[in-house]
């Protein structure tokens, strides 16, 4: 399967040098490793402030190719859907799956050897068994209230 994410034209290992701020547009989106996890509901407990994810996609989710089915014009579908850039970052990350990329450098942390920029193909994710490709349900058809049902553990 073709990559959707362009990861032509940036050069090696950008990331090691570079501040997330300092990146630009195609270097920032090359860093996405297209895990589909961030499609996916979590559920935040009040009191500890603790974060599930679960295996119930957003209803845009592709679960086949694991990626959006209408990326461009999400929005005008699901309003919600956060645009994930350097100044909101620092908002996100607590909830980010452990292996995405953006909150591994926003930790001070390295990529992943299976990040498709260091393995030279998108495949190497779902060979590492940390995609959610063919791994989750549409949030169409489970309740709300069953989506503790559904709680993954990470990284999968
Ligand atoms: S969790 Fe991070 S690395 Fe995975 S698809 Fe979302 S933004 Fe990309
Ligand atoms: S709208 Fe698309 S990018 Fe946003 S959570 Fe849903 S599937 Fe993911």
Redesign the pocket.
Known sequence: MSDPIDRSGVAPRFWEDKRLEDMSPAEWEALCDGCGK??LNKLEDEDTGEVALTRV?????DDSTCR????AT?HA??PE??VLSPSTIADHAYWLPATCAYRLLWEGRRLEPWHPLISGTAESVHRAGVSMRRATVSEAAIDDEDWEDHIIEEPV
């Open positions: 961030c499609c996609a957003c209803r845009l989710f959006c089915a209408r990326y999400r579908y699901v859907c956060i």
